[in-house]
């Protein structure tokens, strides 16, 4: 039987967006409704409130993940214009640099010497965006693809704690959506961890902490803007 290795790094860019949108979904509108409604509000704007959030907050990540993305991928493309000109300019000394990384990673130098020789050969920039540089085309910068997964994970994840609160009795709201989102969030780690590869406990504590010590919080200035009004 072939030997068949499972690696999860071709991940590390969809993952990312669609875990911290996911994760940001619930906690900020789990937390902004518990906020609300520790204030004795209405039902009706509690679910405003928690709409007007996942609108506003959805956009938010959208907007922020297409702006980060977006100045990593320039910052991607000045680098390969960047090499492109090295290796026009100064192909014998691009060609040292790139056998020296390859001794210091411990091939010998003669040998790093044909290697480098070889993979220039074939494709010197790549080679340099890859050694060099640490650019693979499998983790590059997708601003587009981090906006969409981002927004749409967020939305999602706020409409757990909308859910619970539209089910709750008016009496339980605090309760059955702080119940409900954190089983949410469990979940989220425990589902991003199995897809990461990392330890699925860690993953699931990790996001439970956060959001409820977010929700507790925020539960807490709810009551006092409550009573102060």
Same mark, same amino acid.
């Given at each position: 039987?072939?030997?068949?290795?499972?690696?999860?790094?071709?991940?590390?860019?969809?993952?990312r967006?669609?875990?911290?949108?996911?994760?940001?979904?619930?906690?900020?509108?789990?937390?902004?409704i518990?906020?609300?409604? @520790?204030?004795h509000?209405?039902?009706?704007?509690?679910?405003?409130?928690?709409?007007?959030g996942?609108v506003?907050?959805?956009?938010?990540?959208?907007?922020?993940?297409y702006?980060?993305?977006?100045?990593?991928?320039?910052?991607?493309?000045?680098?390969?214009?960047?090499?492109?000109?090295?290796?026009?300019?100064?192909h014998?000394?691009e060609?040292?640099?790139?056998?020296e990384?390859?001794?210091?990673?411990?091939?010998?130098?003669?040998? @790093?010497?044909?290697?480098?020789?070889?993979?220039?050969?074939?494709?010197a920039?790549? @080679?340099?965006?890859?050694?060099?540089l640490?650019?693979?085309?499998?983790?590059?910068?997708?601003?587009?693809?981090?906006?969409?997964?981002?927004a749409?994970?967020?939305?999602?994840?706020?409409?757990?704690?909308l859910?619970?609160?539209?089910?709750?009795?008016?009496?339980?709201?605090?309760?059955?959506?702080?119940?409900?989102?954190l089983?949410?969030?469990?979940?989220l780690?425990?589902l991003?961890?199995?897809?990461?590869?990392a330890?699925?406990?860690?993953?699931?504590?990790?996001v439970?902490?956060?959001?409820?010590?977010?929700?507790?919080? %925020?539960? %807490?200035?709810?009551?006092?803007?409550?009573?102060?009004?």
């Amino acid at each position: 039987m072939a030997h068949q290795e499972d690696h999860r790094s071709h991940r590390i860019g969809w993952l990312r967006a669609a875990v911290l949108g996911a994760n940001d979904g619930i906690v900020s509108i789990a937390s902004l409704i518990i906020g609300v409604a @520790a204030a004795h509000t209405s039902r009706e704007d509690i679910l405003l409130a928690g709409i007007a959030g996942l609108v506003a907050g959805a956009m938010s990540m959208a907007a922020g993940e297409y702006v980060s993305v977006s100045s990593q991928a320039d910052t991607e493309e000045a680098d390969i214009a960047l090499e492109q000109r090295h290796l026009q300019e100064d192909h014998e000394f691009e060609f040292q640099e790139l056998a020296e990384i390859y001794i210091k990673r411990g091939i010998q130098p003669e040998l @790093a010497k044909q290697v480098a020789m070889q993979l220039m050969a074939h494709d010197a920039l790549d @080679a340099h965006l890859k050694d060099e540089l640490g650019i693979y085309e499998r983790i590059t910068a997708k601003p587009i693809q981090a906006a969409f997964t981002s927004a749409t994970m967020f939305t999602l994840g706020a409409a757990m704690p909308l859910i619970a609160t539209f089910i709750a009795p008016p009496a339980q709201i605090i309760p059955i959506v702080a119940s409900f989102s954190l089983f949410s969030l469990a979940m989220l780690g425990t589902l991003a961890a199995y897809l990461g590869g990392a330890n699925i406990w860690k993953g699931a504590i990790r996001v439970t902490f956060w959001g409820t010590l977010a929700m507790g919080l %925020t539960a %807490t200035a709810g009551k006092l803007f409550g009573i102060a009004a």
